[in-house]
């Protein structure tokens, strides 16, 4: 036989994971301020406009965040960093 979850209500649910459905994602105020994102090159050059090869230039020229290696043969930078030097560049 199955068991079954207790029928949690929303606010009880909310306390629990921090979200309203399993589907959602948790909310932005419950998230720990040091859990930060893992970006490909790809998302970097659709957030910041700038090509693949663009975005190497200028991490070489000290102009952009350094890459982090996050697995054999993977590459990311940290979201923070990205928008940090979005934010820094001129209007």
């Not at 859990?35 to 663009?54: Q, Y």
């Not at 000290?62 to 930078?77: D, M, N």
């Amino acid at each position: 036989m199955q068991r079954r979850r207790p029928n949690l209500s929303l606010a009880d649910r909310r306390k629990v994971t921090g979200m309203d459905d399993l589907f959602d994602r948790p909310r932005q105020q419950d998230r720990h301020p040091n859990n930060d994102e893992f970006w490909s090159v790809k998302v970097v050059g659709i957030k910041t406009g700038l090509s693949r090869a663009s975005i190497y230039k200028y991490v070489d020229l000290g102009l952009f965040p350094r890459q982090r290696q996050i697995g054999p043969g993977r590459v990311a930078w940290r979201a923070s960093d990205v928008r940090t030097w979005i934010e820094t560049r001129p209007e």
